[in-house]
């Protein structure tokens, strides 16, 4: 039998983000914090890994918020509810590692928001106390606002250009509370690889545990392809098997920000011709993908 995945609802959100609800019953059922789908629009597209930015096992739907950066994302931009994509597929990756009675602190960098909300919520329900720091250019494109409150002891809350809360990087506000000497145990960062690195340099500096989810080019999702393998420490791990979840302060993090461009002129023709074969709106609505 045929299986498909029904988009049930989308959001325009700022900065070419759209949070989607999709039916996929199958994946609910297993869905754990910290683990991811691999998405395909069409047989024979790309595959776009995506970590869950939340379920709902009555409904059997996964939320997942999705940048259009790339030719893929752009095309899935323009889905509408009511269409479907040919594939969803995992859950991937293994759960994230939550341990009791610590101080929790999530740093969630633009769209990555949406990454550490199912972890910080698993950790709300073991009873640890959480503190999600949360970051993006200005205030419209703080995405999940609510949804972090409703799980987050405290919310802090960084824009760039100061817009709503602190003028600066998220990293402005976790280095205020480690020199405060504010009670940290454990710092999870998920969002841009620099700000991951960035916050891993800084908790290094203080000594704090520190996870950072790795989102590096993923094909098979199952380590059989090795396309998403990253240095931690002295060994190669591959981060759909083995993470996505790694020690941040082990990562070779200048490595991974050159795995991450490789494909990137490949990426760059393949928008351009997607961009002239498919002018309007309503000709890519149409268009035979
Ligand atoms: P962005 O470039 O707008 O940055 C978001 C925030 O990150 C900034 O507002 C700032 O607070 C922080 N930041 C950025 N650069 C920093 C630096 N040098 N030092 C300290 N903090 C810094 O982000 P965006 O355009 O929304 O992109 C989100 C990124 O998150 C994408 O690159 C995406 O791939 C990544 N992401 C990763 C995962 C994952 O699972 N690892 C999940 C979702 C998104
Ligand atoms: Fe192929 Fe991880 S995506 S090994």
Redesign the pocket.
Known sequence: MLTVYPILEKNDLA?KVYRYVIAAPDIVKKAKAGQ?VILRLHEGGERIPI?LADWDMQRGTVTLYV?AIGKTTTMMSMLKVGDFLTDVVGPFGLPSHVEKGKTFVAVG????I??IHPIVRANKLVGNKTISII???SKE?IIMEDEMRAISDEVRI???DGSYGTKG???TILKSMLEHKEPVDVVLA??????MK?VSDLTKQYGVKTLV???PIMMDGTGMCGACRVIVGDTMQFACVDG?EFDGHAVDFNLLMARQKMYSPQEKISMEIFEKTCRTQEHRETAAW
């Open positions: 900065s991811f970590t940048q960098g633009g769209f990555g949406a990454a970051g993006a250019r494109m960084a824009t760039d990087f998220v990293t998920i969002g841009p690889v620099i700000m960035a989810s790795l989102n996505p």
